[in-house]
């Protein structure tokens, strides 16, 4: 009896002996499943952190990037505004405002272009006093500047040597150093007493006396002055008020410039400032179509119609009460 008594308490004890290899096998398993499941979390929150890095550089870099474009196109100064624009196509060469820009510097180039025009029509004019010639230099300096991007500094130093020495674009031209030909022509042959009015043969030929041709002696023209007349709206379009802010009582206040060509119609339009607290995307985009959908009398030059730049234009967005 004592026996089978301790023989059923061995019994009991030996069973979970046999068993611990088996427990410690599964903790072992649940701790691997549990590390694995934090490291796929970790993983999982620096990639989230990475894209929302990514996300916050992309939409940073897109408003420098109109913030250059802005301060490019408002520059009060022809030459600082020529630099900007010309740094920004070449930074930007994808942007949406690029061929904006472009035609901005092209417009540029042309307006120097013609100043540059008048200057040497200035600097060649025999008439034209010293001091003309030296303040036509300075206006053209101030205005586009020698030390920016696309100015004239050889020219302008050459047009400076010809006033100060008219004889120098002289000496440039004379490049041939060898003696010109004689073209005395060879001596006559016939007798030296033989009268000049006198033919061969003794027939007299009769003197004949000519009068000059009366030069006819115009006035100075007269520069008609040029006359110029700004675009005037000849069908205004009303924008559309954006539902989401109409329903909330939202108001904006959109200011476009407007390029309008000589047909009166509006070819392109740059934003110039949006005061919304919300929506500002919807008020721009109703207003840049009802801005497009609007036509203008033409501006004018002289009586002919002509295209125009910068026209600004403002559209209030208000909630009647």
Same mark, same amino acid.
């Given at each position: 009896m004592l026996f089978l008594m301790y023989q059923s308490i061995d019994d009991t004890d030996a069973e979970p002996i046999?068993?611990?290899?088996?427990?410690?096998?599964?903790?072992?398993?649940?701790?691997?499943?549990?590390?694995?499941?934090?490291? #796929?979390?970790v993983t999982v929150g620096i990639y989230s952190s990475q894209s929302r890095t990514g996300q916050t550089t992309e939409v940073y870099d897109?408003?420098? *990037?109109? /913030?250059?474009?802005?301060? *490019?196109?408002? /520059?009060?100064? #022809?030459? !600082?505004r020529r630099a900007r624009l010309i740094d920004f196509i070449q930074t930007q060469p994808k942007h949406d405002r690029v061929m904006a820009a472009e035609a901005q510097l092209s417009a540029i180039h042309h307006a120097e272009? &013609?100043?540059?025009? %008048? #200057?040497?029509?200035?600097?060649?004019?025999?008439?034209?006093?010293?001091?003309?010639?030296?303040? %036509?230099?300075?206006?053209?300096e101030t205005i586009w500047g020698t030390e920016l991007l696309g100015a004239r500094e050889d020219d302008l130093n050459h047009l400076k040597t010809l006033i100060d020495d008219p004889d120098?674009? &002289?000496? /440039?031209?004379?490049?041939?150093?060898?003696?010109? $030909?004689?073209? +005395?022509?060879p001596k006559d042959k016939f007798d030296?007493?033989?009268?000049?009015?006198?033919?061969?043969?003794?027939?007299?030929? $009769?003197?004949?006396?000519?009068?000059? *041709?009366?030069? #006819?002696?115009?006035?100075?023209?007269?520069?008609?002055? +040029?006359?110029?007349?700004p675009p005037r709206i000849r069908k205004n379009v009303r924008p559309r008020y954006p539902s989401r802010a109409l329903r909330r009582g939202?108001?904006?206040?959109? !200011?476009? *410039?407007l390029n309008i060509d000589d047909e009166g119609k509006v070819?392109?339009?740059?934003?110039?400032?949006?005061?919304?607290?919300?929506?500002?995307?919807?008020?721009?985009?109703?207003? /840049?179509r009802a801005a497009l959908r609007t036509r203008f009398h033409p501006a004018t030059r002289?009586?002919?119609?002509?295209?125009?730049?910068?026209?600004?234009?403002?559209?209030?967005?208000?909630?009647?009460?």
């Open positions: 046999a068993d611990a290899p088996q427990s410690r096998l599964n903790r072992l398993k649940i701790t691997a499943l549990i590390l694995t499941g934090l490291i #796929l979390l897109a408003k420098a *990037a109109y /913030e250059t474009y802005r301060k *490019a196109m408002t /520059e009060p100064n #022809l030459a !600082v272009s &013609e100043d540059w025009a %008048a #200057l040497t029509g200035v600097i060649y004019d025999p008439v034209q006093s010293l001091p003309a010639k030296h303040y %036509a230099i300075e206006l053209y120098a674009g &002289e000496a /440039e031209n004379d490049s041939s150093t060898e003696p010109l $030909p004689d073209f +005395t022509p030296d007493n033989i009268s000049g009015t006198m033919m061969a043969g003794g027939v007299t030929v $009769p003197q004949r006396t000519y009068q000059p *041709a009366p030069t #006819l002696i115009r006035p100075p023209q007269q520069q008609r002055p +040029t006359t110029e007349t939202i108001g904006a206040e959109i !200011v476009l *410039a070819q392109m339009t740059e934003l110039v400032s949006a005061r919304a607290p919300k929506y500002r995307k919807d008020f721009v985009k109703a207003a /840049e002289n009586g002919n119609p002509t295209a125009t730049s910068g026209v600004i234009k403002k559209y209030v967005f208000q909630v009647d009460d």
